[in-house]
C-alpha cells in the first residue's frame, strides 16, 4: 500500500528562524512528489515539485529535497514569516496514476 | 475569479438531512475530486471522477455519493446525514501534470 509519512506532526518556531520539514514515501512507481501549503480554512495550493531527477529545488525562502534512493524529501524554510504560519502537505503521485497519496501534514505555527 | 468554486461555504444541518455540495471548475480539467480533511488524519479520498461517465470511489465512499453534471461540475451528496460527517470538505480538479487546485472548502456540521 502506498503511504506518505510526515513529520513532525506539529512545529513551533520564532519569526526569522529557518525550519525543516520531513517527508518519508512508500509509493511505487514513483512519478514525482509536491509540497503544498494549506493557510487556515483555506484549500491547498502547490509550493514545488520535485520529479525523479532533480535532487533540491527552490521557490523563494522555500527549499525542496528529494533523495529518490532512499524515499526521502525535506521542506527547508528560511528565515520564516508569521504568513509561513499554515499546514505543510507532501504529496505522492504514482506512474500510471491519478490518484495521489497524501500525508497527514505539519502544521507549523510562527510566533513573533 | 476563482478557477474552483464551491457551495455552500459553511452549512449545519440535522442528523437525517439530505445536502449536496456542489462544485464548479473553469480550469478545463478532466479529472475531479472530492475529499473531507478532519484534524489529525489529513485529506481523505471520497469520490473521484475522470469524465462525465467515469465515476469512481475512494477510499470513504460510504455514505456519500457523487454527480458529475458536466466537465465544469461534479457534486457530492449526503443521502443521510450523520455526526460523524462533519467536517471540511473539499473539491479539486487535476492537471496533466499531477498539479491538484483546490476549492475553498465547505465546512460542514452534522447535528
Known amino acids: 500500500k502506498n503511504q506518505v509519512e510526515q513529520s513532525p506532526q506539529s512545529l513551533i518556531i520564532l519569526e526569522g528562524k529557518n525550519c525543516t520539514l520531513q517527508c518519508n514515501y512508500t509509493v511505487s512507481p514513483f512519478s514525482n512528489l509536491r509540497w503544498y501549503k494549506q493557510d487556515t480554512g483555506r484549500g491547498p495550493v502547490s509550493l514545488t515539485i520535485?520529479?525523479?531527477?532533480?535532487n533540491t529545488k527552490s521557490n523563494g525562502r522555500y527549499t525542496a529535497t528529494l533523495d529518490a534512493d532512499t524515499k526521502q524529501s525535506s521542506l527547508h524554510i528560511t528565515a520564516s514569516q508569521l504568513s509561513d504560519s499554515a499546514s505543510y502537505i507532501c504529496?505522492?503521485?504514482?506512474?500510471?496514476?491519478?490518484?495521489?497519496?497524501f500525508g497527514r501534514g505539519t502544521s507549523l505555527i510562527v510566533h513573533p | 475569479d476563482a478557477d474552483v468554486t464551491q457551495t455552500p461555504r459553511n452549512r449545519i444541518t440535522k442528523t437525517g438531512k439530505r445536502i449536496m455540495l456542489e462544485c464548479s471548475q473553469t480550469k478545463g480539467h478532466d479529472r475531479m475530486y472530492w475529499y473531507r480533511q478532519d484534524p489529525g488524519l489529513g485529506l481523505r479520498l471520497i469520490y473521484y471522477s475522470f469524465d462525465v461517465k467515469d465515476i469512481n470511489k475512494g477510499e470513504i465512499s460510504d455514505g456519500y455519493s457523487v454527480s458529475r453534471q458536466a466537465q465544469a461540475k461534479f457534486s457530492l451528496s449526503l443521502e443521510s446525514a450523520i455526526p460523524n460527517q462533519t467536517a471540511l470538505y473539499f473539491c479539486a480538479t487535476q492537471d496533466r501534470g499531477d498539479e491538484q487546485f483546490f476549492g475553498p472548502g465547505t465546512r460542514l456540521t452534522v447535528l
Open positions: 504529496v505522492v503521485a504514482s506512474g500510471g496514476s491519478y490518484i495521489p497519496t
Open positions: 520535485m520529479t525523479f531527477s532533480e
